[in-house]
């Protein structure tokens, strides 16, 4: 089993533009659930700013496409 582990950090303060510019991205490009499916989305404020972690199972023979569709997407 593959797992993708996609992890951001950005300001605090740009929290709103990032989750517009985010929903921009998946409505253009939405996540192939043929591909893998989301296990895990966590987000935590910290003193460094907004740290987010994603963690995506890649189905069997998938890997390559996986890849090529997380990075079509961030």
């Not at 089993?1 to 992890?7: D, S």
């Not at 740009?14 to 253009?28: H, W």
């Amino acid at each position: 089993m593959v797992i993708i582990i996609l992890e951001s950090w950005f300001p605090h303060g740009k929290s709103e533009a990032v989750g517009k510019k985010f929903i921009e991205v998946v409505k253009k490009n939405p996540p192939d659930r043929t591909i893998s499916k989301e296990v895990l989305i966590a987000i935590d404020a910290t003193e460094k700013g907004m740290h987010t972690i994603g963690a995506y199972e890649v189905k069997d023979g998938k890997e390559k496409e996986a890849l090529l569709d997380y990075i079509k997407q961030h």
